[in-house]
């Protein structure tokens, strides 16, 4: 059953503490995608990744870090420098180059208190 | 850089009625269009692209969308609207630069279809 998967669904954590979200993907896509969707603004490109062993900031990078060490998988860090981590984060991977579609994970609900 | 806007936050319609959702872009150079949806506790999923050819395209449930590169618009249109379109629609664009896949999103539409 091919997919992105995200784990948790639900995250929370206290302030000042970093967490790292989980994507896989075995669709065999070279490119990978994290972005954050807050209401009313959409869905903004934080990191994205077009193959292994390299990645280049999207619109958002600041406060958030990622790694690609393994071509199924993508794991951001929301670290304690993002001012506003509380948000829906998405991952996506697609075949790399513009003609491709991106496919979507469920989703990680994160909360910061 | 280029942006997505998308024009009407919430849109209400009841059953059967028509639907047009707007989506203009600013870019003047070649774009790959797409609109997602993202139905309530789902995944977003593509409903329907546009690369090139036949500027009226046609994607899944019967939604259809125009590109008209003259007015830098996809706009995204349903003949009669069910319950279950309620979700929430996403226009995106893609800079066709030739090696990335660098989607830009409006900031989205919710359809809220009353029986």
């Known amino acids: 059953d091919g997919g992105i998967t995200q784990s948790p669904k639900y995250l929370f954590r206290k302030e000042g503490q970093n967490v790292t979200l989980s994507c896989e993907q075995n669709?065999?896509?070279?490119?990978m995608y994290w972005y954050r969707q807050d209401p009313g603004q959409g869905l903004r490109l934080i990191y994205y990744?077009?193959?292994?062993?390299?990645?280049q900031k999207g619109d958002i990078a600041e406060g958030y870090s990622v790694s690609r060490e393994k071509k199924e998988s993508f794991p951001l860090t929301v670290t304690s420098a993002q001012k506003n981590p509380t948000a829906f984060y998405l991952c996506?991977?697609?075949?790399?180059?513009?003609?491709?579609?991106?496919?979507f994970g469920p989703g990680t609900r994160l909360t910061v208190t | 850089a280029q942006s997505v806007s998308q024009h009407n936050h919430h849109v209400i319609l009841s059953e059967a009625a028509s639907l047009e959702l707007g989506c203009n872009y600013s870019?003047?150079?070649?774009?790959?269009l797409f609109w997602y949806v993202q139905y309530p506790g789902q995944h977003l999923q593509l409903l329907l692209k546009?690369?090139?050819?036949?500027?009226l395209v046609k994607g899944i449930k019967g939604f259809e969308a125009e590109f008209i590169k003259s007015k830098f618009s996809f706009n995204l249109r349903k003949p009669s609207v069910q319950w279950s379109d309620t979700a929430e629609y996403f226009c995106?664009?893609?800079?066709?630069?030739?090696?990335?896949?660098?989607?830009?999103f409006g900031t989205g539409t919710r359809l809220q279809v009353t029986l």
């Open positions: 546009y690369f090139s050819g036949d500027p």
């Open positions: 996506a991977s697609s075949m790399e180059g513009p003609d491709y579609e991106q496919y």
């Open positions: 870019y003047g150079g070649t774009v790959n």
């Open positions: 669709l065999n896509h070279d490119a």
């Open positions: 990744s077009q193959i292994v062993n390299d990645f």
């Open positions: 995106a664009v893609n800079i066709n630069t030739g090696t990335a896949s660098k989607l830009t």
